[in-house]
């Protein structure tokens, strides 16, 4: 493992998701504990920040957090970002740090949804929230300032799950058009039948027994008839996706889903890249103090991130 992460996993406590509840009360405290005084200085000034509502088609309204650069064109690149948390965890909050440097290194405005998480709201609520939230962005595109053919989305773990099935989802009903996909660490197979599956049972951050509590979750824990929509690997035809950019870490459980969807696209005939980082495990470019690792693995994600959306 890279020293400088093998030193601050020494120190991070696990978060058991067998009882949610608590899980959530635990996550939240090292979350505010997790991000010092300062850790924004470099980027806040450069980006404009307010929660808001989207209205949905189905009628209802979401909680969602929109970032714009301050120095901006009329009309700007956007990315539709989903949180991780194994479905169960997290909320605007937390990929913070990550969205206010996106969108001052990117100059892409971001609007970051607040779905609803499982068990109590399962599959497909939590991509219903997705899906109609990104089809909300994209009608409200001109009045949001966001030019509608540069439209990305893209997730960390969970949320990179959800950002794979917003677009296979928008492929399969012809909108809405999606430029790019961004999958960070995505958790995409419910089977767990991998190689990294089997062997990382015990690392860092998330591990295979949480994923088997957070597909439980998610999708139930009869998974007769899963639908591509609640786990992406299961999709049988890959073609005609959104470009992609697939990041995954050496000591993760969902590795190798990720390495196999990012191939299966390029087999479609899908641009993708797939980078996987050595020495590391689930989530660790959001480490802070950020190891070196970390921070070259954030400043090729706003690369690409700026390559994909630039006009």
Partial sequence: MDPELAALAVSMPRIAIEDVVNAREVYE???????????????????????????????????????????????????????????????????????????????????????????????????????????????QATALGIDQTRMAVGGSSAGACLAAAVALKARDTRGPDIAFQLLLFPALDDRMTTASMTRFVDVPVWDARQCRLMWDYYLGTDRSDVSPYGAPARARDLSGLPAAYVLTAESDAVRDEGLEYGLRLMQAGVPAEIHEFPGTFHGFDLMIPSPEIALRAMAEEVAVLRAALRP
Avoid: M
């Fill in 29 to 139: 405290g090292l979350r505010a504990s997790a991000t010092p005084a300062g850790a924004l200085d470099e980027w806040a000034p450069l980006v404009d920040w307010a929660d808001d509502r989207l209205e949905l088609s189905d009628g209802r309204t979401i909680s969602c957090r929109i970032y714009r650069p301050v120095i901006r064109n009329a009309l700007s690149p956007a990315l539709v970002f989903f949180h991780g948390g194994g479905f169960v965890l997290g909320d605007l909050e937390q990929e913070h740090v990550r969205c206010v440097r996106y969108t001052a290194e990117v100059r892409c405005i971001i609007v970051s949804i607040d779905y609803r998480l499982a068990p109590e709201n399962p599959f497909p609520a939590p991509f219903d929230d997705c899906f109609l939230g990104t089809e909300a962005v994209f009608k």
